[in-house]
Nanobody, 124 residues
Framework: QVQLVESGGGLVQAGGSLRLSCAASGRTFSPYAMGWFRQAPGKEREYVAAIVWTSGRTYYADSVKGRFTISRDNAKKTVYLQMNSLKPEDTAVYYC?????????????????WGPGTQVTVSS
């Protein structure tokens, strides 16, 4: 069984930066991809970014391209989301997720494991 735990959320002013981490536990952790999603109050969960675990290839939603960077540390079984130039509309609960097999990395349905989420609040 895989467990994911996010950390690094908080309150930041617009234009600031935060770095989220997602640590995975589990004896055999070898996902196809890891992703970050977010959900703002009253809105549906939204894809943010994804990374293929073995190759390191990355994918981004248009809304965060050029501002957010996803990366991973295979040895630490950790994925990161560096968020720069934050905007108030980035305010949401951010979730990391793991996909066991290849799929559409931008779709939440591709992911079998989810963390509990971490709150990111960007003030104007």
């Amino acid at each position: 069984q895989v467990q994911l735990v996010e950390s690094g959320g908080g309150l930041v002013q617009a234009g600031g930066s935060l770095r989220l981490s997602c640590a995975a536990s589990g004896r055999t952790f070898s996902p196809y991809a890891m992703g970050w999603f977010r959900q703002a109050p009253g809105k549906e969960r939204e894809y943010v970014a994804a990374i293929v675990w073995t190759s390191g290839r990355t994918y981004y939603a248009d809304s965060v391209k050029g501002r957010f960077t996803i990366s991973r540390d295979n040895a630490k079984k950790t994925v990161y989301l560096q968020m720069n130039s934050l905007k108030p509309e980035d305010t949401a609960v951010y979730y990391c997720a793991a996909a066991r097999i290849p799929g559409v990395v931008a779709s939440a349905y591709a992911y079998q494991y989810w963390g509990p989420g971490t709150q990111v609040t960007v003030s104007s």
